[in-house]
């Protein structure tokens, strides 16, 4: 037995690897892990999963706080990890600790109260014998990899090494260095559905509903939903421009900057007055991006509590309800007539929804792209990706994230782009409904 354990420690790569999920959940999140796992189990290597993100690991102690098996983490085996890429759920479970949270420079890596969480994470991983840990999260995520990539560059010569890899995840498919992130589809697919239902409900009752997506910053999601689910309006960060700011010479606003509710409200109620006067249509649906909110007055935003990465808890400040109010106002001022206005979020219950099948294909290469990173490539250090078709690419740390800040930059929807676009295009347009006159009338 120990013949053949000396021999397995002389094979290239990592032999006993970690999984740690962090962030919120995503479709196809099994699929993942799944397949990382199995790559590694069938060459005959460890896999130890982390229970709930960084939460055990940043709170380690070699005396007064050690990890329990099956309480803290896993040894997979085989069983464990089989026939699970299209469950519901997350195998290992998640959080949003943030053991990074204080390192915001370079320097900082060398505060000993600043890496405090950072020092326990890697003292957990030393002790338990992991070679290399596979981080599967959000931006926030590949910032908390990066610096512990970099922390351990500040340690002695001779200290042991944990190997880094990422791999993507968010629904909201704001990452660089990779064309579209798992769970995306998935995500867009169950809130495309439910604008359908809306849609067909707000035809009913002659109604217009206000859907809040996920998305933060950007609007990947909140665009697919609406051209997926066929929205007659969709409004994200980058569609923000002067004419939806507030006028700094408005007395009403009381020399507020920020995002104008007032102005995005009527940008709502023109296609609302279009529809019914050129189309006879008194219904529709419109898409708000999450991150529209973000872009509101710092008093609205004041009391706004916020998470361990410093982000505003968006879903508190309920947008769409907030944006219903003023857009039922606006267009009673501006018509004299009332209108049903309903807001809503939709968002949580895509996250853990059955996985669309391309996410558990384009998850489980990303799982296999993390052994190939570490066993067939030797990387540390890396983001896994994938292109074309399923081609697997390794991107560095250093090129996804600030070298001084540390900060990721968030993938923007490019304004004008062909899929800015194609949104623009099939959405309703008050200008262009006003081409075109009379003609035959169908439900739309």
């Known amino acids: 037995m120990s013949e053949q354990k000396s021999d397995r420690s002389k094979r290239p790569g990592p032999m006993r690897v970690g999984i740690v999920f962090s962030g919120g959940p995503a479709p196809a999140a099994n699929a993942v892990i799944s397949a990382a796992a199995i790559s590694f189990l069938e060459d005959g290597r460890e896999v130890v999963g982390f ?54 420079r370079r320097e900082h890596l ?28 959000g931006d926030d995520t590949l910032k908390t990899a990066n610096t512990l990539h970099l922390y351990q560059q500040g340690l002695p010569p001779e200290a042991r090494r944990v190997r880094v890899v990422h791999l993507p995840k968010t629904i909201d498919n704001d990452y660089n260095g990779i064309d579209f992130t798992f769970g995306f589809f998935t995500a867009v697919d169950v809130m495309a559905q439910s604008v359908q239902n809306l849609r067909a409900d707000a035809m009913a009752t002659s109604s217009w509903f206000i859907v809040e997506t996920m998305g933060r910053k950007a609007g990947w999601l909140s665009y697919g939903v609406a051209i997926a689910g066929e929205a007659h309006l969709v409004i994200a960060g980058e569609d923000v421009d002067e004419q939806l700011m507030i006028d700094p010479n408005d007395p009403t606003e009381g020399g507020a900057t920020g995002l104008s509710l007032r102005r995005l409200a009527d940008r709502i109620v023109d296609v609302m007055i279009t529809r019914a006067k050129k189309q006879g249509k008194h219904y529709g649906v419109v898409v708000l991006a999450e991150g529209l909110s973000e872009m509101l007055p710092a008093e609205t935003l004041r009391d706004v509590p916020r998470d361990a990465h410093g982000h505003i808890s968006l879903g508190n400040i309920d947008l769409g309800k907030l944006v219903a109010r003023v857009v039922a106002e606006r267009y009673l001022e501006r018509t004299g007539e009332k209108k049903k206005v309903n807001g809503l979020q939709l968002g949580y219950e895509s996250r853990c929804a059955a996985p669309h099948a391309f996410d558990v294909m384009l998850g489980s290469q990303l799982g296999i792209g993390a052994f190939r990173a570490l066993v067939e490539e030797g990387l540390d250090g890396h983001m896994v990706s994938v292109s074309g078709q399923l081609d697997l690419h390794y991107v560095p740390f250093s090129e996804l994230v600030d070298g001084d800040n540390l900060k990721t930059e968030v993938r ?28 035959p009338r169908r439900e739309g």
């Open 412 to 439: 923007l929807i490019r304004r004008n782009s062909d899929y800015h676009r194609l949104a623009r295009f099939l959405e309703t347009r008050a200008d262009r409904l006003a081409e075109w006159g009379p003609g």
């Open 51 to 104: 229970f709930h993100g960084y939460s055990h690991l940043q709170d380690y102690h070699p005396v007064t706080n050690r990890l329990l098996p099956d309480q803290h983490y896993r040894i997979f085996s085989q069983r464990d990890v089989r026939g699970i890429r299209n469950h519901r759920g997350i195998l290992i479970g998640t959080a949003r600790a943030n053991p990074g949270q204080g390192v915001e």
């Open 110 to 137: 060398a505060d000993l109260s600043r890496t405090a969480r950072l020092r326990n994470v890697y003292n957990a991983l030393v002790d338990l014998e992991i070679d290399a840990l596979i981080s599967i999260g």
